[in-house]
């Protein structure tokens, strides 16, 4: 490790909870502390210079080297989606844009911090969803959004917590609700992949595209059916976290990564997504997963294998 590393929370009631971001000189981290049964959330900045801190005279050796904090804000307290019923691994990460610090609790509320100086700039509640409802026709998949930080789009901070099953904008200066998806409407996504134009586009077990001003669904891939006990799922269906890379989304499925344009198809009728072509997985022995592009190569991780794909490879054929 480089000098002054690694940092640890000052005792065994905080953590760090998740990946760090970071600018030139410090490290913006989300924290919680655990305090009778709930959960604190906090966002810490701590300098990034490594020059290591004395250790204290008289410290023995369990002596944690909590660095130097320039300061911490604290963001709510609240109760975790399971409850404390269920064994839960939380990573909660920010989202960093000029100046600002944007945090998805996952625990009924997003807030705003100035990252200079920890200033709180505003907070917003949203209505948590009751999880484990009993209802056989009402998809939780939401409780699965894992990672899902904000997403800043100009004056917008969209946001698709684990503990709600809508997705909604907020304005980026005040945390005024710019608008919200109805329920049962996308509430199968579990990743907010980024923004073309005037479309959001995100994913789960479908593939979407949202107005980005109003959140109505633009276009919805497969076609939606009606979805409850009694009917099948879509076909294709959502695996794995897909990328917006160049010109296109990447989205993986069970079978294939499916391949389209960012931009939706527009005609008198509506939208249409505009299929590129089809990546087949099962001839390789392999099944969806996670997607990353890194020096022009395709990258998926599954749950036990990692395949890198190339412009050397067989050519796919058209997606329908």
Not at 29 to 47: K, P, Y
Not at 74 to 87: E, N, Q, R, T, V
Not at 127 to 156: I, M, Q, T
Not at 268 to 283: D, T, V
Request: aromatic letters at 8%; one cysteine or more; charged letters at 20%.
């Amino acid at each position: 490790p480089l000098n002054g590393f690694p940092l640890q929370p000052e005792s065994m009631n905080w953590s760090f909870e998740g990946t760090p971001v970071a600018d030139e000189s410090h490290i913006y981290v989300a924290m919680r502390r655990m305090e009778q049964g709930r959960s604190q959330m906090h966002i810490a900045c701590f300098d990034l210079p490594t020059t290591p801190l004395a250790v204290p005279a008289g410290a023995d050796e369990n002596y944690r080297n909590a660095g130097r904090l320039k300061w911490r804000t604290k963001l709510c307290s609240g109760i975790s989606p399971g409850g404390g019923d269920l064994d839960e691994i939380s990573h909660v990460l920010l989202a960093f844009d000029s100046g600002m610090l944007f945090c998805n609790t996952n625990l009924g509320v997003v807030a705003a911090v100035s990252a200079d100086d920890g200033r709180l700039a505003w907070v917003m509640k949203y209505p948590r969803a009751e999880f484990r409802s009993g209802d056989p026709d009402k998809n939780e998949n939401h409780f699965f959004r894992d990672l899902n930080p904000c997403l800043v789009a100009g004056d917008l901070v969209i946001v698709a917590p684990s503990d709600c099953e809508r997705i909604f904008a907020l304005r980026r200066g005040t945390g005024a609700l710019a608008w919200t998806t109805p329920p049962g409407v996308a509430a199968d996504v579990l990743h907010l992949l980024g923004c073309r134009g005037n479309s959001l586009i995100c994913s789960g077990d479908y593939l979407y595209w949202l107005d980005l001003q109003s959140g109505a669904v633009q276009v919805q891939y497969p076609a939606p059916s009606t979805e409850g006990t009694m009917f099948a799922a879509p076909n294709p269906r959502g695996q794995g976290r897909g990328i917006l890379a160049g010109e296109h989304v990447y989205w993986p499925t069970r079978e294939h990564i499916l391949v389209f344009h960012q931009s939706p198809r527009q005609a008198a009728g509506g939208y249409s997504p505009q299929g590129i072509k089809e990546i087949p997985l099962f001839p390789r022995g392999a099944v969806g997963g996670n997607l990353v592009i890194a020096e022009g190569k395709l990258f998926l991780a599954t749950g036990d294998k990692l395949m890198a794909f190339g412009e050397s490879n067989p050519p796919a054929r058209p997606a329908a």
